[in-house]
């Protein structure tokens, strides 16, 4: 992972590699835990992977980790948490976090863009309180092949893949996608819901 999403990928729903080359809305995990629906175009997955603490915002009550792929992020943690009073740098641990993808067509004229931005935790309903990350990434459908479940999007730097459409509802609503329509993907990382000391390799 890094600060500004770079190299990252999401497997919800809709696609399990969105739109490389630059148009990154998510990532992917050894990890992929278990995916919950909140809507027909939405859904959520609680996710544990193992990081190594690289920094410690105690100001902020933040913590920067690293995965093993090198890939670093900085998260917000709840004061619930109290692992975090004890955390070093160097310390390997396992932490647990809440992340959600939706799905819409865009307003009429929107074009391809992607933005990034902090906003309130998604995990509401009795989840931890904080900021989160989220990303939106508007998508043109350059075109659709409802008999595969197979779209082809553009992205804003031009940059042009096709996903493969596995949710069954989805899947429906294929036929009703036409070329020139703009799709919103909107992924939401979570702050840190639990973290504990990773096992000994």
């Known amino acids: 992972m890094s600060n500004h999403s770079i190299g990252k990928k999401i497997v919800i729903g809709l696609t399990a590699g969105l739109l490389t080359g630059g148009l990154y809305v998510a990532r992917a995990h050894a990890d992929e835990g278990a995916t919950t629906r909140t809507s027909p175009t939405s859904a959520s997955r609680m996710t544990s992977e193992t990081f190594v603490v690289s920094g410690i915002d105690r100001a902020k009550r933040s913590v920067t980790l690293t995965n093993a792929q090198g890939e670093r992020n900085t998260m917000s943690v709840p004061s619930d948490v109290k692992a975090y009073e004890t955390l070093k740098v160097g310390d390997r641990v396992d932490v647990d976090y809440q992340e959600s993808l939706a799905i819409q067509l865009a ?5 391809p863009s992607m933005t990034e931005k902090s906003v309130g935790s998604p995990m509401g ?14 998508a043109e459908v350059v075109s ?17 893949q096709t996903v493969t459409v596995s949710d069954p509802q989805l899947q429906s609503k ?23 000391p990773a096992p000994a390799k």
Do not use: C
């Open 125 to 138: 309903r009795g989840g931890p309180a904080g900021a989160a990350r989220q990303m939106q990434l508007n």
């Open 174 to 196: 294929l036929h009703s996608l036409k070329p020139g329509q703009v799709v919103q993907f909107t992924y939401t990382e979570a702050i840190a819901a639990g973290i504990r």
């Open 107 to 111: 307003p009429t004229g929107a074009k």
């Open 144 to 160: 659709v092949d409802a008999a595969n479940n197979k779209v082809t999007f553009k992205g804003p730097r031009g940059h042009e």
